[in-house]
């Protein structure tokens, strides 16, 4: 008898404000309104309407006939759940109290925090999510979901660490190899559960597609596909949301999702839990040193970090641990979603990147960076040592040092004295002289970053190797004054 196991996402994120300018005036007490978008609940409400009440009304009805399945809910989701729609919440919590459905930990927050260097607050936002499970369900989760199924062996070894049962992954090619993604593996002593990304993305993404040449995906044909494939069991994850949001109502993604458990049913297709597939008997042991995820083709890290400007903003969350005095708001600013709308990327995952962010890529990046660089300040101002955390403090791109030459922007910016230490390695040669010849650098430094004694260092320095040693020096001062 053939098995699936199915799991869905169901995440929405705190978007932030894209109007957000910097006012001094704003009291403590304003600053999450501020930072975050108005339309973060309009935006709710309408995935309530058209999918979370709809969508969980028919998983419910399916649930007592027998289907199976299991859902991984975000912190960020539930929060607002509790603040605007507690009718979808307690849906929620009927298909979470059902003895066929399982409830699945991820980061509360639905992070990127697995990705930092150091994995303290990876392991904090877990066992927070585990809790709130707990607190909201009455459900300790055995079952692991990292944000976007991003998965490497660092990942595999703390999740094994917090004593979980299995972890899921994505199957792709490069890690199975020759195998198939349709049986349980194992890393490292725990259970690993291959998504099966093609048949998922027949749902998530090809659902309505009409020029696919599978058009229409009618319930029985997919049932057909499930039932044939070879495999111990198949995972199917998709976005909850998939049903009635990014698939309308109007294609039949409702109508699919009710008629699939039937027809599943008929052709002797066994629909089990997480926890029932991490018992199956292992594969084959695997290992992944690279980072992998369920994004775009790729399927690495670059759905978050492929460009220049993903890669500042989050070494720039990173560092900004060293002085946040509000942890809620800087684990709101690792969401996942944050660095997804900054993505340059063309294409068809260009394409999906559109669908969700709200800006172009550069103004998604310019609202972080200035909600980021204005709440550090916030933060600095409180700490004992401001001038030593001013001095190391990111920049919103009005105050950021930008490298020009005589023949114009050379394409390098420094939203931080750590990043202008690192550019200054790489500029080419005639935008230092450009901006040595003018006093750009010192300037930038005593205004700016506020640090005169630097600026005055770099004064007296003529040449590259100079300078980097001046910035260096006075970098590593202060992060050792901070510690």
């Given amino acids: 008898m053939a098995k699936v196991c199915f799991g869905f996402e169901v995440h929405q994120p705190f978007r932030l ?12 007490k304003d600053i999450r309104e501020i930072y975050f978008s108005d339309k973060n609940r309009e935006i709710l409400e309408r995935v309530i309407e058209k999918c979370y009440i709809p969508a969980t009304e028919i998983i419910l ?20 759940l509790e603040m605007w729609g507690k009718d979808a ?7 979470a109290a059902h003895k066929n459905a399982e409830v699945l930990s991820q980061t509360y927050y639905h992070s990127l925090a697995s990705l930092f260097t150091e994995k303290d607050e990876f392991k904090e936002q877990i066992q927070l999510h585990r809790q709130l499970m707990k607190d909201t369900f009455g459900i300790m989760p055995a079952v692991f979901e990292n944000t976007e199924f991003i998965f490497n062996n660092e990942i595999v070894s703390i999740v094994k660490q917090l004593e979980f ?3 899921f992954s994505e199957g792709v090619e490069r890690v199975l190899g020759w195998r198939s993604p349709n049986y349980t593996y194992s890393c490292q002593g725990i259970s690993v559960l291959m998504r099966n990304y093609q048949l998922s993305d027949d749902i998530a993404f090809r659902f309505s597609n009409r020029e696919w040449n599978q058009n229409p995906l009618t319930a029985n044909k997919y049932a057909s596909w499930i039932a044939t494939t070879p495999g111990d069991c198949i995972t199917i994850f998709i976005d909850f949301e998939t049903f009635g949001e990014h698939q309308w109502k109007e294609s039949g993604i409702l109508e699919f999702l009710r008629w699939l458990p039937i027809e599943l049913e008929e052709k002797a297709v066994e629909c089990i839990l997480p926890s029932a597939a991490a018992k199956i008997e292992p594969k084959d042991e695997i290992s992944v040193p690279d980072t992998t995820s369920w994004a775009d083709v790729e399927k690495d890290s670059s759905a978050w970090l492929g460009n220049n400007k993903q890669i500042t903003a989050f070494k720039s969350l990173e560092r900004a641990k060293s002085f946040i005095k509000n942890k809620m708001i800087w684990r709101y600013l690792q969401t996942s979603d944050l660095f997804h709308y900054m993505s340059s990327k063309c294409g068809s995952c260009g394409d999906v990147h559109s669908y969700f962010r709200q800006e172009e890529p550069f103004e998604s990046f310019a609202t972080f960076m200035r909600v980021l660089s204005d709440f550090e300040e916030r933060s600095v101002t409180t700490m004992r040592i401001r001038k030593v955390a001013f001095g190391l403090r990111c920049l919103p791109p009005e105050k950021a040092f930008h490298f020009y030459s005589h023949f114009g922007y050379t394409g390098y910016s420094a939203y931080s004295l750590d990043e202008f230490a690192e550019q200054l390695e790489i500029v080419p040669a005639d935008s230092i002289t450009y901006h040595t010849d003018r006093n750009d650098f010192s300037k930038w430094i005593e205004n700016v970053i506020g640090d005169i004694q630097l600026a005055s260092d770099i004064r007296r320095c003529s040449i590259r190797y100079e300078i980097v040693e001046a910035v260096n020096r006075r970098r590593e001062y202060l992060w050792n004054r901070l510690k």
Wanted: aromatic content about 8%; overall charge negative.
């Fill in 17 to 28: 404000n894209s109007e957000f300018v910097v006012n001094k005036v704003i009291k403590k």
């Fill in 89 to 95: 919440l307690q849906l929620f919590t009927q298909v």
């Fill in 61 to 80: 009805n399916s649930l007592d006939q027998g289907f199976h399945c299991a859902l991984s809910i975000s912190g960020t989701l539930i929060e607002q």
């Fill in 165 to 167: 049962d299995a972890i």
